[in-house]
């Protein structure tokens, strides 16, 4: 009977404790709701901190960033020149040195108005391999190898759109879209050995592309933007659902808002 109450008592403390609320690390700066100045400077401060991500609050590592699968090309094969090109393998570094520079939204009522957060990263570094497939004319493209990618003077804006979860009677927020609009000063791509028996035309490949990336991001950006998408709902998405809102803001807010 002795060992079935101290069963009993054990499962209780682990409901009890399972059901607590999590709050944030001490050190975190807390805000009033809307107060965007203040959640700016906290925001950069977690960012600086914290590149290995807190694992406690849904935040994941910002210095290494795993980036899924993406095809970049998906030509019909017809024609003397078409083209499939697939990124898989991918990580990004930098977003780590990101500064949030502006924001939208983060009042009371989250739904109210869309969320955006704008931001900057010196250089995003992208590495992956890849699988190239294709023809141009007389010549037939049936490769892989490694690819590394610098954006550089990269900025976003991120567009968020959320709704509210309750559980245990408390509010988390899930988002249901996040719209990336990103600029970027260049892009700097190399790949390797695109060409394995002939180096020179490989180099005469990455400098075509380098010459002309506008007019390949351009063509590429709707995947490339799903990517960013996928990548930064993943930042972002984690907090949320560990993290109550309303525990990211200070407790005696008593109503006064910063417009943003």
Not at 111 to 129: C, F, R, V
Not at 186 to 195: A, G, K, N, S, V
Request: charged fraction near 20%.
């Amino acid at each position: 009977m002795l060992g079935i109450l101290k069963v009993v008592i054990s499962l209780q403390f682990l409901v009890v404790f399972r059901c607590q609320t999590l709050t944030l690390p001490k050190g975190i700066q807390k805000c009033n709701y809307g107060d965007l100045k203040c959640i700016i400077e906290s925001m950069n401060n977690v960012i600086k901190q914290f590149p290995k991500g807190i694992p406690a609050i849904g935040m994941i590592p910002t210095d290494v960033v795993d980036v899924p699968n993406l095809e970049l090309w998906n030509n019909d094969e017809s024609g003397g020149v078409w083209l499939k090109f697939q990124l898989f393998n991918q990580i990004n570094y930098g977003f780590e040195n990101t500064t949030i520079t502006k924001l939208k939204g983060f009042g009371r009522d989250p739904t109210a108005t869309t969320m955006e957060i704008h931001g900057q990263i010196p250089s995003l570094i992208h590495k992956g391999s890849y699988i190239a497939t294709g023809r141009v004319g007389f010549t037939i493209i049936n490769t892989t190898g490694e690819s590394v990618s610098d954006f550089q003077h990269f900025q976003f804006t991120l567009k968020l759109k959320v709704i509210t979860e309750y559980r245990n009677n408390t509010r988390y927020l899930k988002i249901y879209e996040l719209v990336p609009i990103v600029k970027m000063k260049r892009w700097i791509l190399w790949l390797d050995e695109f060409f394995k028996e002939n180096s020179d035309l490989t180099l005469a490949v990455n400098k075509v592309f380098n010459a002309h990336w506008v007019e390949f991001y351009n063509e590429m950006e709707p995947s490339i933007l799903d990517a960013f998408s996928k990548v930064f709902t993943s930042l972002i998405g984690g907090i949320f659902h560990k993290v109550p809102y309303d525990e990211l803001f200070l407790k005696n807010d008593f109503g006064n808002e910063q417009k943003s």
